[in-house]
């Protein structure tokens, strides 16, 4: 495994980094001054706008979709190191539209969309016209087993009627986003992992209903969010369906695996910003007639925080190495690594930092606390830690059977 950046690999990284401290790092605070204080998911922050003009301007646009017509065909190796740099800013991702779920989604329609989705759905998301969301999840089964999943997707005629709740539809608040991925069942009498379908919703179908939308921690995400909808005798054209019918449980596999690996490149890039703000803190500060940087206490934070984030970052690297030679099914043991590893470590950096900082790094002058919040939410995202551990263990073991 050779882990060297290529030059072009170098090119987007010097640009990107160069990107970040003249124009995301800046607006980060004019980015949330500009949300409707009367309804902050009313509409998008206009410096939103002119940053992915700017970006797409400087060609730094669509660089997740790995060998791709639509993307910069990039490797999943050769896009972590630019992922890792987007993810220092929680307004990063989007700027160069590479943010969740969108890039999943897109994901999906490239692989296994029509060329009808893909003209009607596809091209707008690459262009950053509209944005998505992602309906899987649902309040009343444990939805970590996705078998579990009780919404249907039922076929009448050149129609399908979806009934059913979901929540924790990341980004369904926002008024740019236009569509749905809704996963549900369409045959309850199938084999287990072939009863499960994905259907395109336009969020302005007639019977979708945004109930409520959900703090994390008390942070609304605004504006993107994370919605509770209900969808009730919800009618979409049979065209609408994704692949086929039964397929949605192959599609999710394949939608997670480089899901689950873009939000660990983004961790590694909170849990470095997290050090970076460590450091720069006690270099200034001074407690008991010495720096704090020369505490005893401190340097091993620093330490353990610096080889934590290495150890993290190089199994991110091979799982994407693995990826991109043997294909996303033989990585899935290292993809489930790195998705219980990766956000674990960035907790223990933000932890350090926010003591470290003291009152300031619990306080929204700092992007700790915010970053703690949401990071601690991946460790439910995609897959738990304990689903992650019981796949590794079986992968484990299945070499002594």
């Avoid at 996705?146 to 009934?163: C, F, K, M, P, Q």
């Avoid at 008991?288 to 020369?294: P, Y």
């Avoid at 930092?353 to 929204?364: E, F, P, Y």
Wanted: charged letters at 25%; a neutral charge; aromatic letters at 8%.
């Amino acid at each position: 495994m050779n882990f060297t950046y290529s030059d072009k690999v170098k090119q987007y990284e010097q640009k990107l980094l160069r990107f970040m401290d003249d124009y995301v790092y800046p607006n980060e605070r004019l980015y949330k001054e500009q949300l409707d204080p009367h309804n902050r998911f009313a509409k998008t922050p206009p410096i939103m706008e002119e940053l992915k003009q700017k970006a797409k301007d400087q060609g730094l646009w669509n660089l997740f979709l790995p060998d791709s017509e639509y993307g910069a065909g990039l490797t999943n190796l050769e896009y972590a190191p630019l992922c890792e740099i987007m993810g220092r800013s929680s307004i990063g991702p989007e700027v160069f539209n590479c943010a969740a779920p969108d890039t999943g989604n897109m994901e999906v329609l490239v692989r296994y969309g029509t060329e009808e989705q893909k003209q009607q759905w596809l091209h707008p998301l690459l262009n950053g016209e509209i944005r998505s969301c992602f309906s899987m999840t649902e309040p009343d089964v444990a939805s970590s087993d996705a078998t579990n999943i009780r919404t249907s997707i039922v076929r009448e005629g050149d129609e399908y009627v979806i009934n059913g709740t979901k929540w924790w539809s990341s980004g369904a608040g926002d008024s740019r986003c236009k569509i749905a991925i809704v996963m549900g069942k369409s045959d309850t009498k199938a084999n287990k992992y072939e009863q499960q379908s994905m259907i395109l919703v336009p969020l302005d179908t007639e019977g979708v209903t945004i109930k409520r939308m959900l703090p994390v921690f008390g942070y609304d995400h605004a504006p993107h969010g994370h919605a509770e909808i209900e969808y009730k005798n919800v009618r979409v054209p049979a065209s609408n369906i994704i692949w086929d019918e039964g397929k949605g449980f192959a599609i999710a596999q394949g939608r997670l695996g480089p899901g689950r690996i873009h939000h660990c490149m983004r961790i590694i890039g909170a849990a470095e910003r997290a050090l970076e703000e460590l450091c720069k803190r006690v270099e200034n500060r001074q407690a008991f007639g010495k720096k704090l940087a020369e505490q005893g206490v401190i340097q091993e934070w620093i330490a353990e925080s610096r080889i934590e984030i290495e150890q993290a970052r190089l199994l991110t690297l091979k799982a994407a190495y693995m990826m991109d030679t043997v294909g996303n099914k033989e990585a899935k043991a290292e993809i489930a690594m790195i998705k219980v590893v990766a956000p674990n470590m960035a907790l223990k950096v933000i932890d350090r930092a926010i003591q470290a900082l003291g009152g300031a790094g619990v306080s929204d002058d700092f992007t700790l606390a915010a970053s703690y919040a949401n990071i601690r939410t991946l460790r439910l995202a995609d897959g738990p830690d304990e689903v992650h551990r019981r796949a590794i263990a079986k992968y484990e073991l299945q070499k002594y059977r």
